[in-house]
């Protein structure tokens, strides 16, 4: 058989204009991996760990700017691309290339530059920024990418169809989430003014509750919800059901037993407020969701109809007075006409 190699449990080498180029390292005193070679391209300097197997060192390495830089692979099936000063040393751990980066972890992987992967599983990339950029757990997605992050038009992000997906910002004092049957919104809890903003147009700004040059639409914080211009709901009349007349005289006399005060929230006590609480006005009227909330739609439409028994007790009140009017002016009549006959029998 014609072959080019060795038939010892020797290396084999090729080098160009007399340095290496590419060694090719038997790994047979390891019965259980009698099978595999490491193969080391690129500079001279570049080396795999004795005892290791499996692992590939495609090529870079070497000087750059007047310093040496060495390419490594230190544990089994690890794999190094290129670059400089990149080390491979977690099992089956790859560096595709790049700079100073390190894939530690097992099944870990490290690019860009100064990439650390330090956490099994998991997949770093670091920008060109001259700073480490290390994992913090096991099977982390990792990037640092001071330019922002872009997919392409008509890209879609799919999570999987599960509870535990967050999205946090500012480690973890801000955030998105999801949890039975909702999505949330969470920012910091350390002040009462903490809370969220809507803008339309503008850009980013770090100034508290700046729309940097656009508008802001609706501001909601623990003192409570500003908008920007009319409040609306929705009133459609499709929208309903379960239509009930109302007692309105009812509602006026409930409306004239309830606690009316004085009050400032908790979380922000330099401010008065005037109106009931909803313990008192769920029990006087049993609507809305619980005792803990009042609707707006809900104390409106109590105002309104109060306003109606209102309107029905004056005009009640108008028709008993114009009723006793008339009948004053009948006995006054009479009264006259009894008068009238009494003088002229007198003449």
């Known amino acids: 058989m014609n072959f080019l190699g060795t038939t010892d ?88 290339g790049g700079n100073f980066n390190t894939a530690a972890g097992d099944y870990s992987f490290a690019a860009g530059n100064r990439a650390y992967a330090n956490h099994q599983g998991s997949f770093v990339w670091a920008d060109s920024q001259s700073a480490d950029f290390t994992s913090t757990t096991n099977d982390q997605f990792a990037v640092r990418a001071s330019g922002g992050v872009q997919f392409a038009t008509n890209t879609s992000l799919f999570c999987g169809q599960q509870m535990r997906q967050m999205l946090n910002l500012w480690g973890t004092k801000y955030g998105i989430g999801v949890q039975g049957l909702t999505t949330y919104f969470r920012t910091d809890d350390t002040d009462a003014n903490n809370g969220f903003s809507w803008y339309k147009g503008g850009v980013h700004s770090d100034t508290y509750a700046d729309p940097g040059g656009g508008t802001e639409l609706m501001h909601l914080t623990g003192k409570g919800l500003w908008v920007n211009t009319t409040f609306v709901s929705t009133s459609d009349r499709n929208a309903k059901q379960d239509f009930a007349a109302v007692d309105c005289r009812s509602v006026l006399d409930k409306v004239a037993q309830l606690p009316i005060q004085t009050w400032a929230y908790k979380a922000d006590p330099k401010t008065k407020h005037l109106g009931p609480v909803a313990q008192d006005f769920h029990s006087a009227f049993g609507i809305g969701t619980d005792d803990k909330h009042i609707a707006t739609v809900d104390e409106s439409g109590v105002a309104l109809a109060a306003i109606q028994g209102l309107n029905q007790k004056l005009e009640e009140t108008l028709q008993e007075k114009e009723t006793e009017i008339t009948e004053l002016k009948q006995r006054l009549e009479k009264m006259e006409q009894m008068m009238n006959q009494k003088n002229g029998g007198a003449k």
């Open 9 to 96: 449990n020797q290396p084999l080498e090729f080098k160009v204009n007399g340095r290496r180029a590419l060694r090719l390292e038997p790994t047979t005193n390891d019965v259980s991996h009698s099978n595999t070679v490491n193969v080391i391209g690129g500079s001279p300097m570049n080396f795999v760990t004795p005892g290791v197997y499996g692992a590939t060192i495609a090529g870079g390495g070497g000087e750059y700017g007047g310093t040496s830089y060495t390419n490594r692979v230190t544990a089994g099936f690890g794999t190094v691309g290129g670059g400089l000063g990149n080390t491979s040393s977690g099992l089956s751990a790859t560096v595709p």
